[in-house]
């Protein structure tokens, strides 16, 4: 093994607080160091020449380099590597910048210790380095989209438009979901079908989308790049390809009536149906629940399309990545009794006045109050119903209702200008594009928006609804006669994300809608590789965003897929066979469905996995580590950093890679100065840090230990943080047994973006620690061996 060590001065950066010569030669008598060479600029022409040279002249294997943040320049240098012919993964980067000259920058003596103990530390890491290769796997290119609402449709034409082979599995005998179903849609007020309708249209006759309506997904297995796709298309008792979709010859004939859910139970259909009038695909369906059998649709049609053997038909396909967009469910006002829906005749739901406002609705457009079929005089409109109410579990804002009242009531004033319209709000959320012009016009059109829950919905002794309410502007307690009542109801998770969640293995959120990878940065990505969500399975949204999320969907599919061929990433875990008891820790632990425990032994599907690390700090018997920062590799940083304890008190941290060594790098490029006591290790997560670590570390001398990692709940592994605080909350146990303080285990939460809490976190642990005494004191009354 021969060590390359290149110090970097980054011109006065590093090497104005940083002795380089005192430095230099310290490193140069340090065990398996071969070459050391301090450069002006290391990530300079001049600095990656000499790299290459030294590689091939004095033939180094393994390369350090000392400099700024790996988040900067470790690309840089791997290039180098690799055109120098070495494995990329013989490289490690000590931080002595952002981490050691520029928050040290009054301690000269220290901070050059400091350097050199980081060093120290990447040497010892380096020594246990092994080659890494990136292995390749054939993936196929086919996508799955669920659910055929705007956002699926959307997902599908963007990747079908592109070449890309696509199965649209949707429930429902027609695509077009519930976008398909409204009358128009803000803030534009246009037509949702007219411009819903064209795209259901091309999803049918696009000739790279199998479409399979009336159907549901079973199963999938596999991963990534390799999904096998089981289902059933439920027979519809009627031949696709022989309907001509001439509805009237057959529904005149049945002699079944029945509420059409499609008109959210208001208006009448037959066994015998078609969903909507632009359904996709163009064909009638027979209701198995309520036809009869009786066959006079089948004499009647004259298309030979009727088949009441049809059976249901089981489909099996495979695909590369799954687009997930099951949209949601109406929040059920019934769960609302104050408000009488069920009860009172003429309390409706936003849904259904959509229906009865539809040209193709139950009453063709016109808006009647159901009890009296006259056209209402006053209405009121009743905000978040189902929505920001603990006491129905729905805390969340569902982000339509408010525009959705204001469009609806805009529609009965221009329709009914002598009508009386009312919108009941606790807050209006009317931010978007063009929302807050849309709010002042339905003002302007003399809707009246009063402030305040409304209590409840009695029937007065005139037999009249009357509203209970509370109007917090002018503070006063009100009641109010309406003649028809809407209820904005929000949006909850469909009942068809389950099943769906339960397959795949998605996490959902506490509000039950599927959790995304990460709020912000990875909006459409699923924690599972190769699966991604769109719309609002993922929660409440607009029309336009489930469009945006349709897309992007598809483009991350795209992305993925494009080349035909995966990569794993050379840092996943890895089983050692022979150790593993098959204990299911692991698998139980994997947040991204990665382990599986085939005869009794775990195997990781290194194409999934993330790299986290959680599964090794799980393992009971050491079975599974992640290569690059081995048990090993860490043990080593340790003991590297504790050879000579020249501080006191003496800290190790384990950051996560994510958040809080991006913290202490902000530090950094901040100049927030504070002490020198620590040595930082670098993790992927605060997940992958093995209880045994802390031990270690106490137990060879360090005086106190930080685990520190993103915040809670945004954890880039989802929990790898809360898997990080169980260890730790049951470590602290522990150590209390072996003889040790607790305070000697300190775990913090700290964002990329606090530079300053880090910086004060360290100031706070040195005094706390100072105070408590050194660590060796404690180690002699317990049993380190314990
Ligand atoms: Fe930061 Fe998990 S990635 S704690």
Same mark, same amino acid.
């Given at each position: 093994?021969?060590?390359?060590?290149?110090?970097?001065?980054?011109?006065l950066?590093?090497?104005s607080v940083?002795?380089?010569?005192?430095?230099?030669?310290?490193?140069?008598?340090?065990k398996?160091?071969?070459?050391?060479?301090?450069?002006q600029?290391?990530?300079?022409?001049v600095?990656q020449?000499a790299l290459?040279d030294?590689?091939?002249?004095?033939?180094?294997?393994r390369?350090l380099?000392?400099?700024?943040?790996?988040?900067?320049?470790?690309?840089?240098?791997?290039?180098?590597?690799?055109?120098?012919?070495l494995?990329?993964?013989?490289?490690?980067?000590?931080?002595?910048?952002?981490?050691?000259s520029?928050?040290?920058?009054?301690?000269?003596d220290m901070?050059t210790?400091?350097?050199?103990?980081?060093?120290?530390?990447?040497v010892?890491?380096?020594?246990?380095?092994?080659?890494?290769?990136?292995r390749?796997?054939?993936?196929?290119?086919?996508?799955?989209?669920?659910?055929?609402g705007?956002a699926?449709?959307?997902a599908?034409?963007?990747l079908a438009?592109?070449?890309?082979?696509?199965?649209m599995?949707?429930?429902?005998?027609?695509?077009?979901?519930k976008?398909?179903?409204l009358?128009e849609?803000?803030?534009?007020?246009?037509c949702?079908i007219?411009?819903l309708?064209?795209?259901?249209?091309d999803?049918q006759?696009?000739?790279?989308?199998?479409l399979?309506t009336?159907?549901?997904?079973?199963?999938?297995?596999?991963s990534?790049g390799?999904?096998t796709v089981?289902?059933?298309?439920?027979?519809?008792?009627?031949i696709?390809?022989?309907?001509?979709?001439?509805?009237?010859?057959?529904?005149?004939?049945c002699?079944?009536d029945?509420?059409?859910?499609?008109?959210?139970?208001?208006?009448?259909?037959?066994?015998?149906?078609?969903p909507i009038?632009?359904?996709?695909?163009?064909?009638?369906?027979?209701n198995?629940?309520?036809?009869?059998?009786?066959?006079?649709?089948k004499q009647?049609?004259p298309a030979?399309?009727?088949?009441?053997?049809m059976k249901?038909?089981?489909f099996?396909?495979?695909?590369g990545?799954?687009i997930?967009?099951?949209?949601?469910?109406?929040?059920?006002?019934?769960?609302?009794?104050?408000?009488?829906?069920?009860v009172?005749?003429?309390?409706?739901t936003?849904m259904?006045?959509?229906?009865?406002?539809?040209?193709?609705g139950?009453t063709?457009?016109k808006?009647?109050?159901?009890?009296?079929?006259?056209?209402?005089?006053?209405?009121?409109?009743?905000?978040?119903?189902?929505s920001?109410d603990?006491?129905?579990?729905?805390?969340y804002?569902s982000?339509?209702?408010?525009m959705?009242?204001?469009?609806n009531?805009?529609?009965?004033k221009e329709?009914?200008p002598?009508?009386?319209?009312?919108?009941?709000?606790?807050?209006?959320?009317a931010?978007g594009?063009?929302?807050e012009?849309?709010y002042?016009r339905?003002?302007m059109?003399?809707?009246?928006?009063?402030?305040g829950?409304?209590?409840?919905?009695?029937?007065?002794?005139q037999?009249?609804m009357?509203l209970?309410?509370?109007?917090t502007l002018e503070?006063?307690?009100?009641?109010?006669?309406y003649?028809?009542?809407?209820?904005?109801?929000?949006?909850?998770?469909s009942?068809?994300?389950e099943?769906?969640?339960?397959?795949l293995?998605l996490?959902k959120r506490?509000?039950?809608?599927?959790?995304?990878?990460?709020?912000?940065?990875r909006?459409v990505?699923?924690?599972?590789?190769g699966?991604?969500?769109?719309g609002?399975?993922?929660?409440?949204?607009e029309?336009?965003?489930?469009?945006?999320?349709?897309s992007?969907?598809?483009?991350?599919?795209?992305?993925?897929?494009?080349?035909g061929?995966l990569?794993?990433d050379?840092?996943?875990?890895?089983?050692?066979?022979?150790?593993?008891?098959?204990? %299911? *820790?692991?698998e139980?632990?994997?947040?991204?469905n990665t $382990?599986?425990?085939?005869?009794?032994?775990?195997? !990781?599907?290194? #194409?999934s996995?993330?790299?986290?690390?959680?599964?090794?700090?799980?393992?009971?018997?050491?079975?599974?580590?992640?290569?690059?920062?081995?048990?090993?590799?860490?043990?080593?940083q340790?003991?590297?950093a504790?050879?000579?304890?020249?501080?006191?008190?003496l800290i190790?941290?384990?950051?996560?890679?994510?958040c809080?060594y991006?913290?202490?790098?902000l530090?950094?490029?901040?100049r927030?100065?504070?002490?020198?006591?620590?040595?930082?290790?670098?993790?992927?997560?605060?997940?992958r840090?093995?209880?045994d670590?802390?031990?270690?570390?106490?137990q060879g001398?360090a005086?106190g230990?930080?685990?520190?990692?993103?915040?809670?709940?945004e954890?880039?592994?989802i929990?790898?943080?809360?898997?990080?605080?169980h %260890? *730790?909350d049951?470590?602290?146990?522990?150590?209390?047994? $072996?003889?040790l303080?607790q305070?000697?285990?300190? !775990?913090?939460? #700290?964002?990329?973006?606090?530079?300053?809490?880090?910086?004060?976190?360290?100031?706070?642990?040195?005094?706390?620690?100072?105070?408590?005494g050194?660590?060796g004191?404690?180690?002699?009354?317990?049993?380190?061996?314990?």
């Open positions: 093994m021969r060590i390359g060590v290149y110090i970097c001065h980054c011109g950066n590093i090497a940083i002795n380089m010569d005192a430095l230099h030669e310290k490193v140069e008598q340090m398996g160091v071969e070459l050391v060479k301090d450069i600029f290391m990530c300079s022409d600095g020449d290459m030294d590689i091939e002249e004095h033939d180094i294997d390369v380099v000392a400099a700024c943040t790996p988040k900067l320049h470790e690309n840089t240098f791997k290039k180098v590597l690799e055109r120098a012919g494995n990329t993964y013989l490289l490690e980067i000590v931080n002595i910048r952002e981490q050691c520029w928050v040290h920058m009054d301690h000269h901070a210790q400091k350097a050199f103990d980081l060093i120290k530390m990447g010892a890491k380096l020594s246990l380095l092994e080659p890494l290769r990136i390749k796997i054939k993936a196929n290119k086919d996508v799955l989209v669920i659910g055929g705007v699926g449709i959307e599908a034409l963007t438009d592109s070449g890309t082979h696509v199965y599995v949707e429930k429902e005998p027609t695509i077009g979901g976008m398909a179903l009358n849609v803000f803030p534009t007020n246009d949702s007219c411009v309708a064209p795209k259901m249209t999803v006759n696009h000739t790279n989308i199998d399979f009336y159907s549901e997904i079973k199963d999938i297995s596999g990534v390799n999904f089981k289902g059933i298309q439920n027979p519809r008792y009627v696709i390809d022989n309907c001509k979709g001439c509805i009237d010859e057959c529904a005149r004939v002699p079944v029945i509420s059409n859910p499609f008109d959210s139970g208001l208006g009448k259909t037959k066994a015998i149906n078609m009038p632009q359904a996709i695909p163009q064909t009638a369906f027979i198995s629940d309520y036809c009869v059998g009786c066959g006079l649709c009647a049609c030979d399309a009727i088949d009441f053997n249901a038909e089981e099996t396909f495979t695909v990545a799954v997930v967009a099951t949209g949601y469910q109406g929040f059920d006002a019934k769960r609302k009794e104050e408000y009488g829906y069920g009172f005749p003429d309390v409706l936003n259904e006045l959509e229906r009865l406002l539809n040209a193709s139950p063709r457009g808006v009647v109050v159901p009890s009296t079929k006259e056209t209402p005089k006053k209405v009121a409109f009743i905000q978040c119903v189902g920001r603990e006491t129905v579990g729905n805390p804002c982000r339509v209702c408010c959705s009242s204001m469009k009531a805009q529609m009965i329709r009914y002598d009508t009386e319209v009312t919108i009941h709000y606790i807050d209006i959320r931010a594009e063009m929302y012009e849309y002042v339905s003002q059109m003399g809707i009246d928006f009063i402030r829950k409304v209590a409840e919905i009695q029937i007065d002794t037999g009249k009357l209970r309410y509370e109007d503070c006063t307690l009100c009641q109010e006669n003649d028809l009542v809407v209820l904005a109801t929000g949006m909850e998770p009942n068809t994300t099943p769906i969640a339960r397959t293995n996490t506490t509000d039950r809608f599927l959790s995304i990878a990460h709020p912000k940065m909006p990505d699923a924690h599972i590789n699966v991604f969500i769109a609002c399975a993922s929660g409440p949204k029309i336009q965003v489930s469009i945006a999320q349709g992007a969907s598809a483009a991350r599919s795209t992305r993925l897929l494009a080349r061929e990569e794993n050379p840092f996943s875990a890895c089983v050692d066979a022979e150790k593993c008891i098959g204990c %299911r *820790m692991c139980d632990t994997c947040n991204f $382990i599986k425990v085939i005869d009794g032994k775990a195997v !990781v599907d290194e #194409i996995c993330q790299t986290c690390g959680s599964c090794s700090a799980s393992c009971p018997v050491d079975a599974i580590d992640m290569p690059h920062s081995t048990d090993a590799q860490i043990k080593a340790i003991r590297a504790l050879e000579v304890k020249d501080e006191f008190p190790i941290a384990f950051l996560c890679n994510w809080s991006a913290s202490a790098d530090a950094g490029t901040s927030i100065q504070y002490p020198t006591n620590v040595r930082i290790i670098k993790v992927m997560c605060a997940g840090v093995d209880p670590f802390v031990l270690e570390a106490l001398g005086d230990v930080i685990v520190a990692g993103c915040r809670l709940d954890c880039h592994y929990i790898g943080n809360y898997d990080a605080k %260890r *730790m049951n470590l602290k146990e522990v150590l209390e047994e $072996i003889g303080d305070r000697r285990l300190r !775990v913090e939460w #700290i964002s990329a973006a606090e530079g300053e809490r880090f910086a004060k976190t360290i100031e706070d642990y040195v005094d706390e620690l100072t105070e408590l050194p660590v004191s404690e180690l002699q009354g317990g049993d380190p061996d314990e």
